[in-house]
Structures are given as C-alpha cells and as structure tokens.
C-alpha cells in the first residue's frame, strides 16, 4: 500500500523560513520524479516544485522560484521542500505527490500559515 | 503557460442522473513521446485529491466503471454515467505536459 506522509508545517511570519518534509512507502520511490501541490484555503490547487529521480534537475513555478527549494534523499525515500522569504500568499496545504506528470500518489498535506 | 478552463463550475445532479465536466487548454497537451498527459481528480472536504482518470481515458483501480475520460488535443471530458450520493465533491483537471503543469479551476458537483 502507498502511504505518503507530510511534516514540519505551522505558523510563520512574513519573511520567515519552514522546511516541509515528505517520507513515502509502498512504491519505488527512487524511480519517480516527485512534486510539491499546494492548495490556498477554500482555493484550487497548484503545482510548486518537481524534482527528477536522482535530484539532479528541479523545476519551479514563477511565483516560488528563489524562494522554495526542491530536494530528495533516496536513501530514506524522502523528499524535502524549504521554504524561505515566506509571504501571506504563501499560504495553505502543500501535498508530497508522486508522478507529477498525472499525480498518482498523495499524503494527507501539511498546513503552511504564513501571518503576523 | 497552459491554462486549463474547466465548465460547468457549479454542477447540480439528481441522483441516478448523468453528469459531464468540461476541460479545455489553451494548448495541445500532446507530450513529445506522443501521450496525452491530462488527468482528472476528484476532491471530498477535508481529503486530499483522488484520482480517477489518467491519460485523457484509463480509469484508476478501484474506480467505479461509471467514471470516463475521453477527448484529445485541447477538448477533455469526465462523464459519470449515473451519479451516486458518494460522488459528491469538486472535480479537477490537471495538464502534465507543459511545465508548469496547471489545474482547471474545479467543478464542483452537487448531488441533489
């Protein structure tokens, strides 16, 4: 069974820094190019970050790019996503996803709050 | 950037009814290795998106066969032959062929 779990999401001010953590199970986590999915509140969904098999090449959405940082570490079959220079539109669920391409596999998401 | 324009937004359906969602991108979502990287997703409150349709038409195990994709190009449509209680929920498309990947706004299906 595919099980995707998310941690290290809470309350930041504006400006501030979070490290989200995504630990997956089930699948053969190193064959897979990864994502990151956020969701505002009451809001659609989007896609952040992707990141390739062996984490050589990342991408990013315009509006994250050279704030967020995509990893992964394929030894724990785990990806990360830091998070700097936060802003209040920043805010949300952020979904570990697997397959970005057609998102087969999801955790239960992280709740990124970013207020003063 | 693809953008993806889901219709109806709001669709209401008696139970045992048909219902059918709309998807269009403003471009072709034929990848360079020739498939079609448009996927649909259902989400229930509170839950994180399912999905049920990859590929414009293969159905995810564990789907109801009552769920279909078809289309191609730039046209896409979900069909659910006949609506149960269960299928309640908002409805997303998703284009995985251009980077960055982009959802439709969502449909969101009301059982009546």
């Known amino acids: 069974e595919v099980q995707i779990v998310e941690s290290g999401g809470g309350l930041v001010q504006p400006g501030g820094s979070l490290r989200l953590s995504c630990e997956a199970s089930?699948?053969?986590?190193?064959?897979?190019?990864m994502s990151w999915v956020r969701q505002a509140p009451g809001k659609g969904l989007e896609c952040v970050a992707m990141?390739?098999?062996?984490?050589?090449?990342?991408y990013y959405v315009d509006s994250v790019k050279g704030r967020f940082t995509i990893s992964r570490d394929n030894a724990k079959n785990s990806m990360f996503l830091q998070l700097n220079n936060l802003r209040v539109d920043d805010t949300g669920v952020y979904y570990c996803?697997?397959?970005?391409?057609?998102?087969?596999?999801w955790g239960q998401g992280a709740l990124v709050t970013v207020s003063s | 950037d693809v953008v993806m324009t889901q219709s109806p937004l709001s669709l209401p359906v008696t139970l045992g009814q048909p219902a059918s969602i709309s998807c269009r991108s403003s471009?072709?979502?034929?990848?360079?290795?020739?498939?079609?990287?448009l996927t649909w997703f259902q989400q229930r409150p509170g839950q994180s998106p399912r999905r049920l349709i990859y590929?414009?038409?293969n159905r995810d195990s564990g789907v109801p066969d009552r769920f279909s994709g078809s289309g191609s190009g730039t046209d896409f449509t979900l069909k659910i032959s006949r609506v149960e209680a269960e299928d309640g929920g908002i409805y997303y498309c998703?284009?995985?062929?251009?980077?960055?990947?982009?959802f439709g706004q969502g449909t969101k299906l009301e059982i009546k």
């Open positions: 996803a697997g397959e970005p391409r057609a998102l087969a596999y």
């Open positions: 089930g699948f053969p986590f190193s064959n897979y190019w």
């Open positions: 990141i390739s098999q062996d984490g050589s090449q990342g």
């Open positions: 471009q072709s979502l034929v990848y360079s290795d020739g498939n079609t990287y």
């Open positions: 590929q414009v038409s």
């Open positions: 998703l284009q995985g062929t251009h980077w960055p990947f982009s």
